[in-house]
């Protein structure tokens, strides 16, 4: 069972990189939307505390029915809960947009601190 719960993150990759960048490097309104993704999470029957059905073991707490870690994929803002619980807000090219803009800006931001 947990081979196609792997194989299912693997399709997904791109959300997975978002998810895991997202946790990482915290951004305030990205925070607000895992927050809110969260309540549903807490009331679903698929909530996975344990780790029992997690495709990745010891990335608890997980969706019991897709397998992925919900401390990455309610950071991910072109995810969507299999169950419908919950609605990605942008699609993963639009994502992957955002994501490059915030890198360029970044650079550039760095690049001026450096000369100072």
């Known amino acids: 069972m947990r081979i196609g719960k792997l194989l299912n993150a693997v399709k997904h990759i791109d959300q997975v990189f978002d998810g895991v960048k ?3 490097w915290k951004r ?3 925070e607000d939307i895992a927050k809110d993704r969260w309540k549903h999470c807490l009331k679903c029957e698929h909530l996975d505390n344990q780790g029992v059905n997690c495709a990745v073991p010891k990335t608890q707490p997980c969706c019991a029915d897709c397998g992925c870690s919900l401390g990455f994929k309610l950071r991910a803002l072109a995810a969507s809960c299999p169950k419908g619980k919950w609605i990605a807000i942008m699609s ?3 994502e992957k947009q955002l994501n490059k803009q915030n890198f360029d800006g970044n650079l550039k931001d760095s690049e001026d601190a450096s000369s100072i």
């Open 22 to 24: 997202n946790k990482i």
């Open 28 to 30: 305030e309104y990205v």
């Open 92 to 94: 993963e090219e639009e």
